[in-house]
Nanobody, 128 residues
Framework: EQLVESGGGSVQAGGSLRLSCEGARFTSRIYCMAWFRQVPDQERQWVSSISSDGTSSYIDSVKGRFTISQDNATNTLYLQMHSLKPEDSAMYYC???????????????????????WGQGTEVTVSS
């Protein structure tokens, strides 16, 4: 499964971006989709995930600002980001998993090793 992210860029603090991930489709094999982000010399950080039943979850620092959604008609996963902050700057990756279970939207249980497919990343830079 090939995933291709787009939509990253440079914005000022308070701005908005919408990230897209083409190729992300819920099937009989794909149960969970997520966005992670990573800055140099740090571990990849979970940002948000959505399960095949439509349940979504977010890391506390983005709650109320980011919205994850998925459109099976276009095979696309989205991350709408508002009120961006400099600390949101990172490479953002979309990912999908064939592992079933409620771990997908349980903060603290969403680990990168549970995901099977990854995109190449799209960079987000937020200036103050």
């Amino acid at each position: 499964e090939q995933l291709v992210e787009s939509g990253g860029g440079s914005v000022q603090a308070g701005g908005s971006l919408r990230l897209s991930c083409e190729g992300a489709r819920f099937t009989s094999r794909i149960y969970c989709m997520a966005w992670f982000r990573q800055v140099p010399d740090q571990e990849r950080q979970w940002v948000s995930s959505i399960s095949s039943d439509g349940t979504s979850s977010y890391i506390d620092s983005v709650k109320g600002r980011f919205t994850i959604s998925q459109d099976n008609a276009t095979n696309t996963l989205y991350l709408q980001m508002h009120s961006l902050k400099p600390e949101d700057s990172a490479m953002y990756y979309c990912t999908t998993s064939t592992n079933a279970g409620n771990w997908c939207t349980t903060p603290g249980r969403v680990e990168h090793y549970l995901f099977n497919y990854w995109g190449q990343g799209t960079e987000v830079t937020v200036s103050s």
